[in-house]
């Protein structure tokens, strides 16, 4: 995948060498190999069978590493599927300005539409959600999708007035969505307890073995607050068995219901415009999406 962001570093695999021989002498004559990634933050390279380093692509993500050093330990802990917790952490150098990590590498692939136990894998991601809600929110910090909804309404507008121009999307379905998201608008915000939220559950964050999950990836937009954002997944993961599975493990209430399916649309809406050009899975799966939240109504 080329160049995401306007403010992205150059990283290759010669870069990328030369930081771990000085951070990771034993690892000198280990030939960093590129790992293909629809993922936005951080650019992936193998370091031999049981490594991966993570290098940040923009300041904003390499203020992200710290986050998961500090906390992905502590979540780890308490969840019940393994996590890509740093097993080291390289400082800024004159040769890449921010900090990077080394994480364990996690056997798995991303799903795919043909899930093969899809309600398995919705009782699995409600078991997780479960889990990381239930970890003590003390001292952690403000998920960065934790606020009220309202506060994307600029940005979800901006990005359904794009949607005119966008050959992937129904020109009579933007009627719809700008209805969808009218009366998104009028939901209650959250009003329970602040609980712990992964922020970002999306198909390329989830790894599965056998149909079932593995483990679940890139906690860069972790931490508390309203919880409902991590019910998106049933809408850019999982079919209607699966999505249903999910919410039955969950025992989510109908308001609730509709601000994660709200959420779910707006990370598409925003996403689609931004990454059309450059990023194919997130632009795919955007439009399943929009396509799925629709036909739920």
Do not use: C
């Not at 991601?125 to 239930?134: H, I, K, S, Y």
């Not at 990005?159 to 379905?173: E, K, M, N, Q, T």
């Not at 939220?197 to 593995?214: E, I, M």
Request: hydrophobic share 45%.
């Amino acid at each position: 995948m080329g160049r995401l962001h306007d403010d992205e570093f150059a990283v290759d695999a010669a870069l990328v060498r030369s930081l771990v021989r000085h951070r990771f002498p034993g690892f000198a004559d280990v030939e960093p190999v590129p790992v293909s990634s629809s993922g936005t933050d951080n650019f992936l390279f193998r370091l031999g069978d049981g490594l991966v380093v993570r290098v940040p692509r923009t300041p904003a993500a390499a203020r992200l590493i710290d986050l998961e050093n500090r906390w992905l330990p502590v979540l780890a802990a308490r969840l019940p599927v393994p996590l890509p917790v740093p097993v080291g952490v390289g400082e800024p150098s004159d040769d890449f300005p921010w900090p990077w990590a080394v994480s364990r590498w996690i056997d798995g692939v991303n799903p795919v539409d043909d899930l093969d136990d899809p309600a398995g894998l919705g009782r699995d991601l409600a078991r997780f959600v479960a889990a990381l809600r239930r970890v003590p929110v003390d001292g952690g910090p403000r998920g960065m999708r934790s606020g009220a909804l309202s506060g994307r309404d600029g940005d979800v507008r901006a990005a359904i007035a794009r949607l005119r121009g966008d050959d992937g999307v129904d020109v009579s379905a933007v009627s719809a969505v700008s209805a969808l998201w009218d009366k998104a608008m009028s939901l209650p915000v959250w009003d329970g307890p602040d609980m712990w939220a992964h922020g970002d559950l999306s198909p390329g964050n989830v790894l599965v073995r056998d149909g079932r999950l593995a483990a679940v990836l890139d906690f860069g937009l972790m931490g508390i607050g309203d919880p409902t954002v991590d019910l998106v997944v049933a809408w850019n993961l999982l079919p209607a068995p699966g999505r249903a599975a999910f919410r039955d493990v969950l025992g989510v209430g109908d308001d609730d219901w509709a601000r994660g399916r709200a959420w779910a649309l707006s990370i598409a809406l925003i996403q689609l415009p931004y990454y059309r050009d450059t990023n194919p899975v997130l632009v795919a799966n955007s439009r399943h999406v929009i396509r799925q939240v629709l036909a739920e109504g």
